[in-house]
């Protein structure tokens, strides 16, 4: 499985963003796939995860403020961001998973993308 993020800028403080994974196969089973973040120096931080069944899961920082979609027949993962803080700054990265157990703590995902960088001032 092949990801590649992209969409990630810099913003000002209280602006959005929309970043897109795209994957070159369907996943069409278990955990599907996931937006993660990290900043240097810490570990990598689950955002936001959007099952095989449809059920999202939010870490409590982002919620209210980060929508995960998907378009199925573009095989192809979104992370909506509204209202950006500087603790949003980070490198964003996509992760699949074909089997269950979706958690935010990324150990259980086999595949990653390269990451797109947010930066909000």
């Known amino acids: 499985v092949q990801l590649v993020e992209s969409g990630g800028n810099s913003v000002q403080a209280g602006g959005s963003l929309k970043l897109t994974c795209t994957a070159n196969?369907?996943?069409?089973?278990?955990?599907?796939m996931a937006w993660y973040r990290q900043v240097p120096g810490k570990k990598r931080e689950g955002v936001a995860i959007?099952?095989?069944?449809?059920?999202?899961t939010y870490a409590n920082s982002v919620k209210g403020r980060l929508t995960i979609s998907r378009d199925n027949a573009k095989n192809t993962l979104y992370l909506q961001m509204y209202n950006l803080k500087p603790d949003d700054t980070a490198m964003y990265y996509c992760a699949a998973r074909d089997s269950w157990g979706c958690e935010l703590d990324p150990s259980g995902y086999a595949y990653w993308g390269q990451g797109t960088q947010v930066t909000v001032s």
């Open positions: 959007l099952d095989t069944a449809g059920v999202t």
């Open positions: 196969i369907a996943i069409t089973n278990g955990c599907g």
